[in-house]
């Protein structure tokens, strides 16, 4: 049984708290497949099994609290502490080219970090810490990426609530840029269904 399936397979049986802890230490920089849990979240609440705002919260709540955790790691020890969690983490090849990226692109890359490039996200957490990215925007422009980043997956599992683990097969066998892509097209024909359902809705 993979990793996945293992995750899975506890999320069923012990629900929210797997999905905050998973989202949590996901954001940290533990490879696991915080997304794949959004996605069966998003269907058990369309199944009923569970409530929506409490997967949106829990999701975003988990998220945002490893990010900051990251953050606050790189700017209290400094180069030397990033440097030794990145190597640990296996991330200590991407930390010079995303603290350059970082310095760049600034609060929409860390954003887009977020949700369309989610392995970039733990690395650029310490960078941004290191670097002294000013506190507040890092928060703003975390929170909003990862709401995006929760309301995309869970809206995923709800329309394919029906067909959950052959969205999660496919996602599986996708690079992680393809993935967030995909997620986020599937996101955006959600919502224009429900714009042009509101639309016939207020005709006369």
């Known amino acids: 049984m993979s990793l996945t399936d293992q995750l899975l397979a506890a999320f069923s049986l012990y629900g929210l708290p797997v999905l905050f802890a998973t989202s949590l230490v996901s ?24 409530s929506l705002w409490l ?10 609290l490893g990010d900051q955790l990251g953050y606050l790691l790189g700017r209290w020890g400094g180069r030397g502490l990033a440097i030794r969690l990145a190597t640990w983490l296996h991330m200590r090849q991407r930390l010079d080219s995303i603290e350059a990226s ?33 506190y507040l925007r890092f928060l703003v ?19 394919f609530s029906e067909n959950v683990q052959s969205l999660l097969t496919l996602l599986g066998s996708l690079g992680w840029a393809a993935v967030g892509l995909l997620a986020a097209a599937l996101f955006g024909w959600q919502l224009w269904r429900l714009w042009r359902k509101s639309s016939r809705q207020s005709k006369p």
């Open 27 to 50: 954001a940290v920089g533990v490879p696991l497949p915080g997304s794949f849990v959004l996605i069966a979240a998003g269907a058990f609440s369309e199944q009923g099994q569970m």
């Open 55 to 64: 997967v949106i919260g829990l999701g975003l709540i988990g998220a945002v």
């Open 141 to 159: 422009w975390d929170v909003a990426g990862e709401l995006t980043w929760v309301l995309i997956y869970t809206v995923a599992g709800i329309v």
């Open 102 to 134: 970082t310095e760049k692109w600034g609060g929409p890359g860390v954003f887009l970090s977020r949700w369309l490039i989610p392995q970039a996200g733990p690395p650029l957490n310490l960078v941004c810490g290191m670097i002294s990215f000013p």
